[in-house]
């Protein structure tokens, strides 16, 4: 873009850019593409998989963005999911690695706070964001520091995937990667595996927009989703008792959902095994138990 300085490609980057694309909508993939090359920190590369190799049209789309920074690559044949991001992990060279996903926006801050976070706090491995959800006006403001994280963690993924920048080299030394067994939760799987090894940290701030359609994973793949964040939350229980009983004690989390993005309307607010709805912030709509029964 004109006025930035743009990495070259022999250089090694600070930040490696991973995103897989599947028969992606193709004005959503133009969005998604335009807020990375509009990011603020600019060294990195942008490392972008083609799970759909039949797809011609996505081909198009990415040639259309002349930026050296931009390593594209074709499978031959569907990989799947977590396959796909494992091969853009092996792809890498960045000391971060930022994930992104098809359909979403980073705001143009993100990549630098994030980066200058992880500088500074060389304990943390991966460091994420609060988020709005569009359309709809949810917000995502999941817990800020790495102990109410990994509290969390027993039960929801409190580390917004799509928004996380990862310190490659905690991937590389644990020999942690993606497991399609527990796709589409392999971000959570990730996760869980990391938090022995790594702290983690949520800039309370919002620099994403997390897109909510019929076809995203979160909707298309509910069923699979709830079986897989079951398979964790036993896995969890086991591997981590403390920080199970930790969450049954004093776990909460909230999500925030606003009428024009500027009116409150509801707030959810999820502990263990309760989830309690209020209109306008604090007027009790819903209060129910995990498994059926009012409270």
Not at 6 to 19: G, Q, R
Request: aromatic share 10%; with cysteine; glycine share 4%.
């Amino acid at each position: 873009m004109a006025g930035k300085e743009e990495l070259m490609p022999d250089a090694e980057p600070k930040i490696s850019v991973v995103m897989p694309i599947y028969n992606t909508n193709p004005g959503h993939l133009r969005e998604s593409v335009s807020s990375i090359l509009g990011q603020t920190f600019t060294d990195f590369e942008f490392l972008i998989l083609n799970d759909s190799p039949d797809n011609t049209e996505l081909d198009a789309i990415i040639s259309s963005f002349r930026d050296s920074r931009i390593r594209y690559v074709r499978n031959e044949y569907n990989m799947g999911i977590s396959a796909a991001r494992n091969k853009l992990l092996d792809m890498a060279r960045g000391e971060y690695v930022a994930v992104m996903d098809h359909d979403d926006i980073s705001l143009p801050e993100r990549f630098a706070k994030e980066v200058a976070y992880l500088d500074s706090h060389p304990d943390v491995g991966v460091c994420s964001c609060w988020a709005d959800i569009f359309p709809g006006g949810g917000e995502l403001h999941h817990p800020e520091e790495s102990i109410e994280i990994k509290k969390h963690l027993m039960e929801w993924c409190v580390l917004l995937h799509p928004a996380a920048m990862i310190r490659r080299e905690v991937l590389e030394q644990h020999h942690l990667r993606y497991e399609a067994e527990y796709s589409p939760s392999e971000d959570h799987r990730l996760w869980l595996r990391m938090m022995e090894f790594s702290a983690f940290y949520n800039i309370p701030e919002t620099l994403f927009h997390y897109r909510m359609h019929s076809e995203n994973t979160t909707s298309h793949q509910r069923q699979q989703m709830t079986k897989a964040t079951e398979m964790l939350q036993c896995w969890a229980r086991i591997k981590y008792p403390e920080w199970y009983a930790a969450y049954r004690r004093d776990g909460r989390e909230a999500l925030h959902i606003k009428l024009f993005k500027v009116i409150p309307l509801l707030k959810i607010v999820r502990t263990y095994k309760r989830t309690s709805i209020f209109l306008f912030n604090r007027i009790p709509l819903l209060n129910y138990r995990e498994g059926g029964g009012h409270g």
